[in-house]
Nanobody, 118 residues
């Protein structure tokens, strides 16, 4: 079992950048593919980015491709989401997820709010 804790959210102006972190405790993150999801108010939770256990493979939603970058440091049990050129439509609660590449894994963090002002 693994516990996930996101951090790094906040308020940023359009065009700005943020880095989200997901720290894992319990079982090592190297055992899991890791994902970032987001959920905007009144909308369904959607996949943003995924990274394989080794970090060799990544995938992105079309809406963030070229602007967001997912990475991981297995030695630190941490996964990151670098978000550049942020848009108001990126405003959402961002969730870290472990267990399945490109899908909904078993384990979730509590989420971190990202708000992008225009």
């Amino acid at each position: 079992q693994v516990q996930l804790a996101e951090s790094g959210g906040g308020l940023v102006q359009a065009g700005g950048s943020l880095i989200l972190s997901c720290a894992a405790s319990g079982r090592a993150t190297s055992s899991y593919a890791m994902n970032w999801f987001r959920q905007a108010l009144g909308k369904e939770r959607e996949s943003v980015a995924s990274i394989s256990r080794s970090g060799a493979a990544t995938s992105y939603a079309d809406s963030v491709k070229g602007r967001f970058s997912i990475s991981r440091d297995n030695a630190k049990n941490t996964v990151y989401l670098q978000m550049n050129s942020l848009k108001p439509e990126d405003t959402a609660v961002y969730y870290c997820n472990a267990g399945a590449f490109g899908g909904r894994g078993t384990y979730w963090g509590q989420g971190t709010q990202v708000t992008v002002s225009s």
